[in-house]
């Protein structure tokens, strides 16, 4: 049965603490509801137009990057690095490396030599490595899929995931506890669709209840008064059309402007019904925080990127990113030119810049560490 809100001529109505939560959590649900389609929308459009305009502008910028370290790495073994430059630069190409290795993966031999050489580690060392196969462990976990290093270093992370996108989507779809942390007995589908037929029979049987109680309150034939006989009528017509129209809120909403002085119980027990509904709705506005999540967790948050604050797909915010991606691009192969006209002193600005970037990395992880956040 629907939970709907009643026509807002019964705006009367005595508004207990259950009733006035009641109707806060529908309009809540609603704009939930809202905020999902328009997300399922802004994302169908954002995967549409990185497809067709920053993916192939992306991966330009990630090979010109690609250049750019193997260039570095030329001239550092070309003119040599000074004691004091060789921890930064070694930190900051480990750093760099490491990062396209995530998009080219280990089977981009060139890259996958260079990170060796700067993280002074073997493929050996890279797949025995405890805290990646920990990370694994708890990616395998809550993804439901059996990670092999070996494959996970060879293909890179991203190549990995859109490999094994549909087995994640399906386990995610199939085990929602891992990402709400509900209890398992709870969110298992035959708890779940138990506890839905009881929900919609318990709405049934007080749907019922108050449309018995009114009906036989002001059935009109009892009156022999015409004006009242026809107030009746009107009263009975709305109380039937929000029966037949499974409409529990206004009919709940009938019983309340309806009672009398001496009706307490009928008071009372509206309350208890809103009650037991304000936990109802509280579960299903759960639900849809639950989904909506897990939609962006699965379109990525490249992707969520492109999202406004109502859902829907914003192109000032693409727009934004597609500049940003051009401005890098440029700079690059602008960065990439100078090191051909001017080797020396391009590569003695580089290594200013990887200390720059080095310290700027050391400073912000002492403060995350000082404040216990991330920068």
Known sequence: MKLV??????????????YIKYEKLLADIEKKKQF???????????????????????????????????????LATEFGVGKLNKEYLQSYMTNELQQLLNTFGHQDTVLSALFQKYAEVSMDDLENDEDLIEAAKSMATMLGVEINIKELLEKGQEEFIEAYKEKFIEHINSNPKD????????????????RAVDETDRIANDARSIYMRLIKKFHPDLETDEEARNHKT????????????????????????????NETDAASVADDMLKRYVKL??????????????????SGTA???????????????FAASRRHIEKQVEILKSTLANSKKRPKGWFKDQLMMTKDVVMQNMMQDMFADMFDTDF
């Open 5 to 18: 809100k009643a026509p807002k001529d019964q705006e009367q109505v005595k508004r207990s603490k259950a």
């Open 36 to 74: 999902k389609l328009n997300l399922q929308e802004g994302l169908r459009k954002a995967y549409a137009k990185i497809e067709t305009e920053l993916a192939p502008m992306d991966h330009e910028l990630q090979l010109l990057l690609r250049d750019f370290l193997i260039r570095l790495d030329e």
């Open 179 to 194: 990402f709400t942390d509900a209890e398992s007995a709870v969110n298992s589908p035959k708890a779940a669709n138990k």
């Open 234 to 261: 009107e009263i009975i017509k709305q109380v039937t059309r929000a029966y037949q129209e499974n409409d529990f809120l206004t009919l709940l909403k009938l019983q309340i402007t309806y009672i009398d002085d």
């Open 281 to 298: 709705l509280t579960k299903q506005l759960e639900e849809l925080n639950a989904s909506i999540h897990e939609t962006h967790f699965t």
């Open 303 to 317: 992707i969520a990127d492109f999202i406004d604050k109502n859902g829907k797909f914003s192109p000032q915010k």
